[in-house]
């Protein structure tokens, strides 16, 4: 029996699942950092078979459990089942050979050795491709940005093209096998130049869109109008909720909204819209349909570091439709003055306070 390995076992199991919450965290902003990161956890594998095979028995059992995500698990798998076939897969016949090492005594013939170095150099390699996966890849991802008030179009390596608008952020991985982008912030309407090899795939939080080749436009909720909505322009579209496993296809002129977390009804609802309606703001235009004022407010308040601030319940639950210009928050303000009897009042940094004369909210 192997005194000193039973010793280390606890620390080495908890250094294991230490670095897969760091890797399947993947949030680190800093480049430097992030490769220094990947560095430290290569040169901690290359310790002893055992960190390997540790690793990848919590990879294993967190997938069960639902601590790592399904996608990240299968991503795993099959960007090791594309390599040379010295590159095992997670599997219990793999996890039960990668034991050996420890159990061999110290003048074990180089045949012995021969028998279980070759199954865990797979490993490390299929360990080394989970970093890849788990960490965004350092010499292809790019950040764009569109602040407040700006809108801004850029055009991939692909040649696809999406546009941003006002205060979006997205990040874009561009892989062996895939085209990933990342919607941080905001909304965005990409037009997907088509690649049957390689899948486009936008991830808002816990929704998946996947496409080959269209045109689409995607908006990250906001706190008083939360939920993802994704509206198809021209072609076909996957969305998919990674929390409860749901899809939908969407087609030409649908829209998908994919609830926020922790809402009672979690289904995906589909409706059709015109899509004027969906991108007009590429116009500068921004149009309500019986839409709640307080949503309203807070649409404007996303092209302006100037908010409206609204102090009046009754406002904030009328109704609004029009079309308004995204930059001209008065138009909106004296849009209300002509159907209701409103006071505005700015203050030292220039929002504007709206109420309503009669109501009896104090204003700030």
């Not at 309203?296 to 009754?314: C, G």
Request: net charge negative.
């Amino acid at each position: 029996m192997n005194t000193n390995f039973d010793d280390k076992y606890p620390e080495i199991s908890e250094q294991a699942a230490n670095w897969l919450i760091e890797l399947s965290d993947a949030a680190e902003p800093d480049e430097k950092l992030r490769l220094q990161q990947n560095k430290a956890f290569v040169e901690w594998l290359k310790l002893s078979p055992i960190h390997i095979r540790e690793f990848l028995k919590l990879s294993a059992i967190w997938q069960e459990l639902g601590m790592l995500t399904k996608v990240q698990f299968e991503q795993i798998e099959q960007s090791i089942k594309k390599q040379d076939s010295n590159i095992l897969a997670f599997n219990q016949d793999t996890m039960a050979e990668s034991s050996v090492g420890e159990q061999l005594p110290p003048n074990t013939n180089k045949k012995l050795i021969a028998n279980w170095v070759k199954p865990l150099m797979g490993l490390a390699a299929s360990v080394l491709l989970a970093v890849l996966i788990f960490l965004p890849e350092h010499n292809t991802t790019q950040q764009y940005q569109a602040l407040v008030g700006d809108q801004k179009t850029v055009e991939l390596a692909d040649s696809s093209q999406v546009r941003l608008n006002t205060d979006t952020l997205i990040d874009v991985a561009f892989k062996r096998n895939q085209r990933h982008v990342y919607l941080r912030r905001g909304e965005a309407l990409f037009s997907v130049t088509k690649d049957p090899d390689k899948p486009f795939i936008v991830d808002v939080e816990d929704t998946r869109v996947e496409v080959l080749g269209t045109r689409f436009n995607v908006k990250k909720g906001t706190y008083d109008n939360p939920g993802i909505q994704i509206y198809v322009v021209e072609g076909v579209v996957s969305v998919k909720a990674l929390l409860t496993n749901e899809e939908v296809i969407i087609h030409k002129g649908q829209q998908a909204l994919v609830p926020e977390n922790g809402s009672n009804n979690l289904a995906i609802n589909v409706q059709r819209l015109e899509s004027d309606l969906v991108t007009a703001w590429t116009q500068g235009k921004i149009v309500f349909e019986n839409q709640r004022l307080s949503e309203v407010v807070n649409e404007f308040n996303r092209y302006s570091h100037r908010d409206l601030i609204l102090l009046s319940e009754e406002l904030k639950n009328m109704t609004v439709s029009g079309v308004f210009n995204a930059s001209d928050s008065d138009g909106l303000v004296a849009y209300l003055a002509q159907i209701r009897d409103v006071q505005v009042q700015l203050d030292a940094r220039g929002n504007k306070t709206i109420r309503l004369l009669s109501d009896s909210v104090n204003t700030r």
